[in-house]
């Protein structure tokens, strides 16, 4: 069975670009969550979704966005990028939307911005 | 706020010696515990977890870890390390009543099997 795919797996930007992120869920699953993890530290909580409505949003600014689409895939989109948003960004998809859903993670997406 | 405090940023440990990652939370009230392991490439997998119960959680892969509510703590522990385990472990928990899914993580302690 297919885990989670993130799309794509490398990407280079520059400073006010806009990026967009990809994430396909294991079949079957209805929620997925957005982290970032910025080198040397701990996974940082961005949003989650659940049957394509946003359920939760961590701190960071608007231009942070996702949505998730019918088929429960999910987007990330960030706007005008900056330096400080190079990070590896992890899609993590759930059953359902509590704890008592496994968070099944994807591989992640490496963006640089220079 | 809570916060998830791991002090070792790095950890060597031999080939078939235990092991013992500590983690530290601060929370009002006893969150959802939990333990990732992280290899190079790919993405974080489940170790174990706690909700409630007994505090001695067993998990994947021989790991254990144990909830101490009056050390805020939750380590995690392996009686007999493989060259496999070497990877990054976070220690995550979970805020309750936010009506939905959202983990506070560490920093990490990247575990090193030395021969």
């Known amino acids: 069975d297919a885990g989670v795919t993130q799309s794509p797996t490398h990407l280079i930007k520059t400073r006010g670009q806009h990026v967009t992120l990809r994430c396909s869920p294991i079949?079957?699953?209805?929620?997925v969550s957005w982290y970032q993890q910025v080198l040397g530290q701990g996974p940082q909580f961005i949003f989650q979704?659940?049957?394509?409505?946003?359920?939760g949003r961590g701190n960071f600014p608007d231009r942070f966005s996702a949505r998730q689409f019918p088929n429960y895939s999910s987007e990330l989109n960030v706007n005008a990028l900056l330096l400080g948003d190079s990070a590896l960004y992890l899609c993590?998809?759930?059953?359902?939307?509590?704890?008592?859903?496994?968070?099944?993670f994807g591989e992640g997406s490496r963006l640089t911005v220079l | 706020a809570q916060s998830v405090t791991q002090p070792d940023i790095h950890i060597t440990v031999s080939e078939g010696a235990s092991l013992e990652l500590r983690c530290n939370y601060s929370?009002?009230?006893?969150?959802?515990l939990f333990w990732y392991v992280q290899s190079p490439g790919q993405g974080l997998q489940l170790l174990l977890k706690?909700?409630?119960?007994?505090?001695l959680v067993q998990g994947i892969k021989g790991f254990e870890a144990e909830f101490k509510r009056s050390q805020s703590s939750f380590n995690l522990r392996k009686p007999s390390v493989h060259w496999s385990d070497a990877a990054e472990y976070f220690c995550?928990?979970?805020?309750?009543?936010?009506?939905?899914?959202?983990?506070?993580f560490g920093t990490g302690t990247r575990l090193l099997v030395s021969p």
């Open positions: 993590a998809s759930s059953w359902n939307d509590r704890y008592t859903g496994e968070l099944f």
């Open positions: 079949s079957g699953h209805k929620s």
């Open positions: 979704y659940y049957e394509k409505e946003e359920r």
């Open positions: 929370y009002g009230a006893t969150p959802y």
């Open positions: 706690y909700f409630s119960g007994d505090t």
């Open positions: 995550a928990v979970g805020e309750k009543n936010t009506g939905f899914q959202k983990l506070v």
